[in-house]
């Protein structure tokens, strides 16, 4: 495999390193710095504003091309498109473009794989493969930032939500998030990006310390522990209490509301008492719930919750003080994302 640094995995003071290294004037990080993220060149040749020998010793020193484009499909609406890229180590992720309501919203991934094992997610059911580096989650985005560039449009929000736990690769994700909001690059705002955790407790924590304007979702799926354990095992680690005070906690810190996500479950999740438990725990916790019929995965017998129920659901936490909104399923004849899209296409 090319042990070439991947562009995408640079910051700015590892860039301005190399170029040091290499004799290069300061002035030159800003230059490759703007390229990159601002006129989103994609290979060496395209920085017509270096000189010739600089973007030959890019060319052989440093990898412009660790996501492959594999297969792209586009649902039947057309409104949202899914790509797959492959890794140099062959390990496949997708990310997904959705353009909805005057919105183009990127669902990017942050492993290959899961290792959290939800029973009705079709990136649990593959286990875990490895993290991605913080460059091959900036890598999703500019790919998508160069095609809308290109078609005169632009991304307007990124949810964390395609395939893996961003909590469980905290500090690549973090990294990641940090280089696209960089004002002297992508600058592309915190607050119109969301983080989504099955619920890692510590990491919510730290990430309320941290004090990022980043939006947090938490997938909480269910209101009592033993109907969630069955769901997520990682409830078993940090049961929906420990969840529910370390989203108080970041509420406290950070005065921002957390987005609460639920796929309905026909029987499972989605009768009028769970509902009302559900707004009891809630309650006086500043939050939104986000509920989306299941989307159908080969590896989970679980059916999405209809229209009529679903109704009920969100009539009972509305009346509770709760609010709810109930997503459309998007992308579904792409089996785009896990089936988290409806979602993430509206948050
Ligand atoms: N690991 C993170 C983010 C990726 S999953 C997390 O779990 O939050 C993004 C969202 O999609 C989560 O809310 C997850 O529970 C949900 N999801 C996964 N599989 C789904 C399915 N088959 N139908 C509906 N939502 C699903
Ligand atoms: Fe992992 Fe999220 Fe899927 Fe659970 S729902 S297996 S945490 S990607």
Redesign the pocket.
């Given at each position: 495999m090319d042990k070439n640094p991947f562009i995408y995995d640079l910051d700015i003071p590892d860039l301005s390193d190399l170029l040091k290294s290499w004799g290069e004037p300061a002035y030159r990080t800003a230059q490759i710095w703007s390229g990159l993220y601002r006129h989103f060149y994609n290979s060496p040749s395209e920085f017509t504003n270096i000189p010739k020998s600089l973007r030959e010793k890019l060319e052989s020193n440093v990898r412009f091309n660790a996501l492959t484009p594999d297969l792209r499909q586009s649902s039947s609406d057309g409104h949202t498109i899914k790509t797959l890229f492959r890794l140099p180590d062959s390990q496949v992720i997708e990310a997904v473009q959705m353009d909805y309501d005057r919105r183009r919203t990127l669902c990017i991934s942050s492993q290959a794989g899961?290792?959290?094992?939800?029973v009705f997610?079709?990136?649990?059911q593959m286990g875990f493969k490895r993290h991605l580096t913080s460059g091959e989650i900036v890598a999703q985005v500019m790919h998508y930032a160069r095609q809308s560039h290109a078609q005169g449009e632009r991304v307007t929000n990124i949810v964390v939500m395609g395939?893996?736990?961003p909590f469980h690769n905290y500090d690549n994700t973090m990294a990641a998030i940090d280089r696209l909001n960089d004002p002297e690059g992508f600058n592309f705002g915190a607050r119109r990006i969301t983080i989504?955790t099955?619920g890692l407790v510590p990491a919510i924590r730290r990430f309320a310390d941290e004090g990022r304007q980043v939006n947090l979702a938490v997938?909480l799926h269910a209101a009592d522990d033993e109907t969630r354990v069955e769901m997520?095992p990682?409830n078993k680690r940090y049961p929906i209490a420990d969840v529910l005070d370390a989203c108080r906690y970041y509420v406290d810190k950070t005065h921002r509301r957390v987005t609460f996500e639920w796929a309905l479950i026909n029987e499972v999740n989605d009768s009028p008492e769970t509902a009302r438990r559900l707004a009891t725990r809630l309650k006086g916790l500043l939050c939104h719930v986000n509920a989306i019929p299941l989307n159908p995965t080969t590896g989970y017998s679980g059916v999405a919750t209809d229209r009529g129920r679903a109704e009920g659901f969100r009539a009972v936490l509305q009346q509770a003080g709760i609010p709810c909104t109930i997503r459309m399923r998007r992308g579904i004849d792409i089996a785009a994302g896990?089936g988290?899209l409806a979602g993430a296409a509206s948050i």
């Open positions: 899961c290792a959290m094992g939800c997610c079709a990136t649990g395939m893996g736990e989504s099955v997938s997520l990682v896990c988290q």
